[in-house]
């Protein structure tokens, strides 16, 4: 966390939520994970995913002061405020084994935003290459942060095989990622399955068509597979170098109903196009912390006009 993060923090703490929310067109609360876990996970090199205990209390927290809607109530209800839809990012197994049971005993809708290139463990993120090359060279002594980019698949994939890593064998042995049956599970107790791109790019290094390819490929997918009764596309990383362009195609093609993006608590001036808060911040030890400064923050973005989402 950042000196002005923890500044913002430590001055949003006295406040309830009540008045950190308060006043004329709050956005709607869009909180989203990636895994939730109690065993020492590779991932952890990408974020600070939360233990069972406090992603319980992290519920807890959000049922007491908002009310979770699905994403047909999201994508079609006019009054939003104090409502609250929850999803999760990359198609992770722990979504199914750990994530979906805690959910349907707390009653609360979700979605779960996944790439088809990962499915059934075809393939693995370049980031979470990056993140288990980390963790053989933490193993090994040395100290390594890797965190590359899509353009740099290659290079990781040399230093697996400098290193004796096998992806193949990799994921055969720990399957990170859900396969199309439990998706469907997923589905028929009552969550949403959207898309997240084919294979978790960077959309700001993809140019316009690329971007474009991502989007029409996985959500024919995921409409192929799962005939969804919302079409739902999350950006990977962030919508930041998407163009108003591409949106307007996105549009015109009928790709999607609803789109997200990644920039916290603002307004977003495009039409059933979203922004959700990423709860996974290093630092940060529960939503109650997390979400108070968020909105503390977005408070003082408003007094400043500088609450409004930007992509450019």
């Known amino acids: 966390m950042s000196l002005l993060s923890k500044l913002i923090s430590f001055a949003a703490t006295p406040f309830p939520m009540s008045m950190l929310r308060a006043g004329k067109d709050i956005p709607v609360l869009l909180p989203f994970y990636h895994l939730v876990s109690d065993r020492k996970h590779p991932f952890h090199f990408n974020y600070e995913y939360p233990s069972v205990k406090r992603f319980k209390e992290d519920l807890d927290f959000l049922l007491k002061n908002f009310e979770p809607i699905s994403l047909e109530e999201l994508l079609k209800e006019k009054d939003l405020k104090n409502k609250f839809h929850l999803s999760f990012d990359d198609g992770l197994r722990e979504c199914h084994e750990v994530v979906a049971p805690i959910l349907k005993e707390k009653g609360v809708p979700a979605s779960f935003f996944v790439n088809p290139a990962f499915v059934d463990n075809s393939d693995i993120f370049h980031r979470y290459k990056a993140a288990v090359l980390n963790a053989v060279f933490q193993q090994q002594g040395v100290q390594s942060e890797l965190q590359r980019t899509y353009a740099d698949l290659l290079t990781l994939d040399q230093m697996a095989e400098d290193v004796g890593l096998n992806w193949d064998e990799y994921l055969e042995k720990e399957s990170p990622y859900m396969n199309l049956e439990q998706l469907k599970e997923l589905q028929e107790d009552g969550f949403s399955i959207g898309a997240h791109s084919w294979d978790h790019p960077e959309f700001w290094l993809l140019d316009e068509e690329r971007q474009l390819d991502e989007v029409r490929e996985s959500m024919e997918w995921v409409v192929a597979n799962l005939n969804p009764s919302v079409r739902a596309f999350a950006f990977p990383f962030t919508d930041f170098g998407v163009s108003d362009e591409v949106f ?65």
């Open 248 to 312: 307007y195609s996105i549009e015109q093609e009928r790709l999607c109903d609803i789109t997200f993006g990644t920039a916290g608590v603002k307004n977003e001036p495009l039409a059933n196009h979203f922004q959700r808060v990423p709860m996974e911040r290093g630092g940060v030890k529960s939503a109650r912390q997390l979400l108070k400064t968020e909105y503390f923050s977005y408070q003082l973005k408003r007094i400043m006009n500088r609450h409004i989402a930007k992509r450019a």
